[in-house]
């Protein structure tokens, strides 16, 4: 079983759809958690961290369950900008980053 | 700040050559890290260096080494290129700590013919 999973889309909504995504994580003993962004042939970047209560940045809320180990991203009103690959990240020991294979978001018209 | 520069952006190689990729961070992050991406794969860890002098194997180094030159430079080398090894390489630094952010390089795109 991979440390960390996610539905690898593509997930196609309109614009202004609201769209969640959905990642598991295997290592219960996980600290933290980040969404990153990774646009077409571009390095991955930050989009928001995850914290235990759950948190907000503008259009986009992420959430923790640490019962069923999962992490969930929800953005609201998607805008074609919001077009890309969004990877799930546990950090795992000794610094080291667990990336998930990400999931792809196609915004349309 | 430039944060993470890789060179080079692009690069073709014959099996059997040989290569260098450089990458350098001017944040003073302690720990710096190799990733490969490959489509289906997502990022997977070569070799990561947890402060200058030391340097470990992450989930996939066979046929690669590191040397972390400084605190700023760590670079990956490519002794006997393989097809295999066509990817796209990302270089990644990080200040520590569990609630930082990893800071990517803009990326090497390897073809091994």
């Known amino acids: 079983r991979k440390e960390v999973e996610q539905d690898p889309g593509p997930f196609n909504v309109p614009e202004g759809a609201t769209v969640a995504f959905n990642c598991t994580y295997s290592?219960?003993?996980?600290?933290?958690f980040f969404w990153y962004r990774q646009d077409c042939r571009k390095e991955p970047k930050l989009l928001m961290s995850?914290?235990?209560s759950g948190n907000e940045d503008g259009r986009f809320t992420a959430q923790l369950n640490r019962a069923s180990q999962y992490i969930s991203l929800l953005i609201r009103d998607s805008k074609l900008s919001d077009s890309a690959t969004y990877l799930c990240?546990?950090?795992?020991?000794?610094?080291?980053?667990?990336f998930g294979t990400g999931t792809r978001l196609l915004v349309s018209p | 700040n430039a944060g993470v520069t890789q060179t080079p952006k692009f690069q073709v190689l014959k099996t059997g050559q040989s290569m260098t990729l450089q990458c350098a961070q001017d944040?003073?992050?302690?720990?710096m890290y190799w990733y490969r991406q490959d489509p289906g794969m997502g990022l997977r860890l070569i070799y990561y260096?947890?402060?200058?002098?030391?340097?470990d194997k992450g989930e996939v180094p066979n046929g690669y080494n590191v040397s972390r030159l400084n605190k700023r430079e760590f670079s990956l080398r490519l002794e006997s290129a393989a097809p295999s090894q066509t990817s796209v390489y990302f270089c990644?630094?990080?200040?520590?700590?569990?609630?930082?952010?990893?800071?990517f390089g803009p990326g090497t795109r390897l073809t091994v013919l």
């Open positions: 990240v546990v950090y795992g020991s000794f610094q080291k980053l667990v």
């Open positions: 944040m003073n992050h302690n720990s």
């Open positions: 260096s947890a402060s200058e002098g030391t340097t």
């Open positions: 990644a630094s990080f200040t520590g700590g569990q609630y930082n952010e990893q800071f």
């Open positions: 290592n219960s003993a996980s600290q933290s």
């Open positions: 995850v914290y235990s």
